[in-house]
């Protein structure tokens, strides 16, 4: 089997559908309180979320050497929007208390949520995996943020529509930055630990 930095896809899969879950369940029931919308989008959170980590785990792996951390990391935010987006839809739809509106809503909520737990998540997740560290603590701290999460979609949703986004934008950058070194130098030890381990392998 081909070895891999980031991890197994199967991993991924497992961890993003359970993120899915209680993102698309929690996060929609703790500020609408409606078991319907909270039901089918933790539902569908966490079938396109297994989908998801498997698929992110084979581009992350093959675009690391490629693509620059910052927009792996502006990348992810943006398909946590149409992740959240998606779920957030179906909830909407399948919800009791707005009806039609409960589409828009989904989707609009859906995605901010989506955009700022993907955006969060991922870069604990990904530098946890490369160092070959236990993402166990990323993910339940995920989850136990995800009845939150909700509330900071609304306000990130709040915030770009007074452009305060733009304040953020260089502390996101830089933090990138500071990230795609961490995860190099974490790469390069990775490699000369494993040549190591080769040249003392029995033969």
Same mark, same amino acid.
């Given at each position: 089997?081909?070895?891999?930095?980031?991890?197994?896809? /199967?991993?991924?899969?497992?961890? #993003? *559908?359970?993120?899915?879950? &209680?993102?698309?369940?929690?996060?929609?029931?703790?500020?609408?309180?409606?078991?319907?919308?909270?039901? @089918? $989008?933790?539902?569908?959170? !966490?079938?396109? $979320?297994?989908?998801?980590?498997?698929?992110?785990?084979?581009?992350?792996?093959?675009?690391?050497?490629?693509?620059?951390?910052?927009?792996?990391?502006?990348?992810?935010?943006?398909?946590?929007?149409?992740?959240?987006?998606?779920? !957030?839809?179906? !909830?909407? *739809?399948?919800?009791?208390? #707005?009806?039609?509106?409960?589409? @828009?809503?989904? #989707?609009? @909520?859906?995605?901010?949520?989506?955009?700022?737990?993907?955006?969060?998540? #991922?870069?604990?997740?990904?530098?946890?995996?490369?160092?070959? =560290?236990?993402?166990?603590?990323?993910? &339940?701290?995920?989850?136990?943020?995800?009845?939150?999460?909700?509330?900071? !979609?609304?306000?990130?949703?709040?915030?770009? /529509?007074? $452009?305060?986004?733009?304040?953020?934008?260089?502390?996101?950058?830089?933090?990138?930055?500071?990230? =795609?070194?961490?995860?190099?130098? *974490?790469?390069?030890?990775?490699?000369?630990?494993?040549?190591?381990?080769?040249?003392? *392998?029995?033969?």
């Amino acid at each position: 089997m081909q070895h891999t930095v980031v991890g197994h896809p /199967l991993a991924w899969s497992r961890d #993003f *559908a359970l993120l899915g879950i &209680a993102l698309g369940g929690a996060a929609p029931f703790f500020v609408i309180f409606d078991f319907s919308f909270a039901f @089918v $989008g933790a539902l569908v959170g !966490g079938t396109s $979320g297994a989908l998801l980590g498997a698929l992110s785990a084979v581009v992350v792996e093959l675009a690391r050497t490629r693509v620059p951390m910052s927009v792996q990391i502006a990348g992810m935010a943006a398909v946590g929007s149409l992740w959240g987006a998606l779920a !957030g839809v179906a !909830g909407g *739809a399948s919800g009791t208390m #707005f009806h039609e509106g409960g589409i @828009v809503l989904g #989707f609009v @909520v859906g995605g901010c949520t989506g955009m700022v737990a993907l955006g969060l998540f #991922f870069p604990v997740y990904l530098f946890l995996s490369v160092r070959r =560290d236990p993402v166990w603590p990323a993910v &339940a701290a995920a989850l136990l943020a995800a009845p939150m999460m909700g509330w900071l !979609g609304i306000a990130a949703l709040g915030a770009s /529509l007074f $452009g305060l986004w733009l304040f953020a934008l260089p502390v996101a950058m830089w933090s990138a930055v500071a990230l =795609d070194r961490s995860v190099e130098r *974490a790469r390069l030890a990775m490699q000369v630990s494993d040549a190591r381990r080769e040249r003392l *392998a029995p033969l």
